[in-house]
């Protein structure tokens, strides 16, 4: 990144259970696709909120098993750009993946913000806690699904610092999932 290139706005977005896990031990996600309750008083998305938000996302970051993961889900990130990291050599399932490997600030630096602005993490335990654990994120987006797991891979390990965010939005959904909106201090 050079001196006059600012860093990309970084929103980190994953999804979770009640209790904190993002999926079961052995990786499945299988508990996001029931969607069985309603709460009435919750919101529901239209189309063109869908579309104008994504349209908004200049570039998605991933871990290797998001990646294969979304592969799996008939890809819903469409023809934005998808950088992964990994150290597994793996081959771009669409002309809009790259492989990337090596420290998360560098990658960010040199690979991230020559050419992008509004960058979203959207899966990875480790990947998340990476960016997290080095202050590389300006916003957090958390969606609470209304599951409890009891056990599996956990949203947030063992962060090396503690950190206070601030609380913008809260949005209940009609499925009974709820997004908690905040950004990062300093």
Not at 19 to 35: K, M, P, Q, T
Not at 158 to 184: C, I, K, M, T, W
Request: with cysteine; proline share 4%; glycine share 10%.
């Amino acid at each position: 990144m050079t001196e006059n290139q600012a860093r990309p706005e970084v929103t980190l977005h994953i999804v979770s259970s009640l209790d904190g896990f993002i999926a079961r031990e052995d990786n499945s996600v299988s508990w996001l696709e029931d969607s069985s309750g309603v709460y009435e008083a919750g919101v529901s998305i239209a189309e063109e909120e869908i579309a104008a938000f994504v349209k908004g996302v200049d570039c998605y970051v991933m871990g290797s098993r998001t990646y294969e993961h979304a592969l799996e889900l008939g890809w819903p990130y469409g023809d934005t750009p998808c950088l992964v990291l990994t150290r597994r050599r793996l081959q771009p399932a669409r002309p809009s993946v790259e492989f990337h490997s090596g420290d998360v600030k560098a990658f960010l630096d040199t690979e991230v913000a020559p050419r992008f602005r509004n960058v979203w993490i959207v899966g990875g335990a480790i990947l998340s806690q990476s960016f997290l654990g080095r202050g590389l994120v300006d916003e957090v987006r958390l969606t609470i699904a209304p599951v409890l797991l009891g056990s599996g891979l956990r949203f947030v390990g063992n962060l090396v610092n503690e950190q206070r965010l601030d609380l913008q939005n809260v949005r209940a959904y009609r499925n009974g999932f709820v997004d908690l909106h905040y950004s990062a201090r300093g």
